[in-house]
């Protein structure tokens, strides 16, 4: 696993005041790892809490040690069942609200039900109803990480603290890529070209939207015709360069392979393919190996050792360090501005 070294934010051990407490919120190995990696570097130790499944599938909490009038930091990965993992969550913050803790932050780094923050026909905004059960349940802070869309940040009345893993993938490339000078960044899509890290980048996939319109002989009112996809357009030369195709998430491969495939014959001769949420769902590991994608780097706010397995192509970053620091200076009551001091707006 890849860990950013940092000389500016540095060891952060046993720099906290009294009061705090560390639980990691589900029993999956990944988030353990990561909740003691954090502990390690906060110099506290993790709290004892027991979170399990009953044999009718309910979730049951049991804290095992007192929270009254602390700062209770619950750290929680999204795991394939989502929904037990939410409900272990609102758990666990509604049994610290009722045990009089002080505050309750949430540290959830891939903010679950992202991708549905707008609305579709018949549908709903899933992650804001999301939002108002946490709410509900007594969360008072959330730390997250690299949101789907920024304006998620709107869905809560309580304060969110949206970190980047942009720096960190930077420096990936920086330091696991020997001629990353002969690097351009590609976005697959305008949507995320506002995510690109580097100065010199072109955009890939140029989205085109054309609308058709027939009139129905007895509504009389324009009815909209499907959408076909336009052809695939790289914007820009990659030849006898590395491609690296940036993006928040990675799930359906789909897309990002079509993008390889063409990349590749237009003449880079590596193609990288980075991403802060590593979801790689269902077949997405084989679909890697296969492809013509080299290299696939991703950071740890999402289980994923057993796409390792499955591809050795895959590649973890670890953001620990990050979030260490932030819930640091937000026990401690210090600016939260000096982790976002290096990373643009649009970033």
């Given at each position: 696993?890849?860990?950013?070294?940092?000389?500016?934010?540095?060891?952060?051990?046993?720099?906290?005041?009294?009061?705090?407490?560390?639980?990691?919120?589900?029993?999956?190995?990944?988030?353990?790892?990561?909740?003691?990696?954090?502990?390690?570097?906060?110099?506290?130790?993790?709290?004892?809490?027991?979170?399990?499944?009953?044999?009718?599938?309910?979730?049951?909490?049991?804290?095992?040690?007192?929270?009254?009038?602390?700062?209770?930091?619950?750290?929680?990965?999204?795991?394939?069942?989502?929904?037990?993992?939410?409900?272990?969550?609102?758990?666990?913050?509604?049994?610290?609200?009722?045990?009089?803790?002080?505050?309750?932050?949430?540290?959830?780094?891939?903010?679950?039900?992202?991708?549905?923050?707008?609305?579709?026909?018949?549908?709903?905004?899933?992650?804001?109803?999301?939002?108002?059960?946490?709410?509900?349940?007594?969360?008072?802070?959330?730390?997250?990480?690299?949101?789907?869309?920024?304006?998620?940040?709107?869905?809560?009345?309580?304060?969110?603290?949206?970190?980047?893993?942009?720096?960190?993938?930077?420096?990936?490339?920086?330091?696991?890529?020997?001629?990353?000078?002969?690097?351009?960044?590609?976005?697959?899509?305008?949507?995320?070209?506002?995510?690109?890290?580097?100065v010199d980048y072109f955009i890939f996939n140029v989205f085109l939207f054309f609308f058709f319109f027939a009139i129905h002989p007895s509504l009389e009112i324009p009815m909209l015709i499907p959408k076909e996809k336009p052809p695939i357009t790289v914007v820009g030369d990659v030849g006898g360069r590395i491609a690296i195709i940036v993006d928040d998430i990675i799930d359906d491969v789909d897309s990002f392979l079509a993008a390889a495939e063409t990349l590749k014959e237009r003449g880079a001769y590596k193609i990288f393919v980075m991403a802060t949420h590593g979801l790689l769902s269902s077949d997405a590991p084989r679909l890697i190996e296969e492809s013509a994608i080299d290299e696939v780097v991703v950071t740890n706010t999402i289980p994923h050792e057993i796409q390792k397995l499955q591809c050795p192509k895959i590649k973890t970053v670890d953001i620990s360090m990050i979030l260490s620091e932030a819930i640091r200076r937000i026990h401690n009551g210090e600016s939260m501005s000096y982790l976002f001091r290096n990373i643009g707006l649009d970033d």
């Amino acid at each position: 696993m890849f860990c950013v070294p940092s000389t500016e934010i540095g060891p952060i051990m046993n720099i906290t005041k009294g009061g705090l407490v560390l639980f990691s919120a589900n029993s999956n190995s990944s988030c353990m790892e990561l909740s003691k990696r954090i502990a390690e570097r906060l110099g506290v130790e993790m709290g004892k809490v027991q979170v399990y499944q009953e044999p009718n599938r309910e979730t049951r909490v049991q804290i095992q040690e007192s929270v009254r009038g602390k700062d209770v930091f619950i750290i929680q990965t999204v795991s394939k069942d989502v929904n037990t993992t939410i409900m272990e969550l609102l758990i666990m913050v509604y049994a610290c609200k009722t045990s009089c803790a002080k505050s309750i932050i949430g540290v959830i780094p891939y903010f679950p039900y992202s991708k549905q923050c707008k609305m579709r026909k018949r549908g709903s905004i899933v992650s804001k109803l999301l939002a108002s059960m946490m709410c509900k349940a007594g969360l008072t802070h959330l730390i997250t990480m690299d949101l789907h869309q920024k304006e998620i940040q709107g869905f809560f009345n309580i304060p969110v603290d949206n970190l980047r893993a942009s720096p960190f993938l930077l420096q990936y490339i920086q330091e696991e890529i020997p001629d990353y000078r002969n690097a351009v960044i590609v976005a697959k899509s305008p949507a995320s070209a506002k995510r690109i890290v580097c100065v010199d980048y072109f955009i890939f996939n140029v989205f085109l939207f054309f609308f058709f319109f027939a009139i129905h002989p007895s509504l009389e009112i324009p009815m909209l015709i499907p959408k076909e996809k336009p052809p695939i357009t790289v914007v820009g030369d990659v030849g006898g360069r590395i491609a690296i195709i940036v993006d928040d998430i990675i799930d359906d491969v789909d897309s990002f392979l079509a993008a390889a495939e063409t990349l590749k014959e237009r003449g880079a001769y590596k193609i990288f393919v980075m991403a802060t949420h590593g979801l790689l769902s269902s077949d997405a590991p084989r679909l890697i190996e296969e492809s013509a994608i080299d290299e696939v780097v991703v950071t740890n706010t999402i289980p994923h050792e057993i796409q390792k397995l499955q591809c050795p192509k895959i590649k973890t970053v670890d953001i620990s360090m990050i979030l260490s620091e932030a819930i640091r200076r937000i026990h401690n009551g210090e600016s939260m501005s000096y982790l976002f001091r290096n990373i643009g707006l649009d970033d």
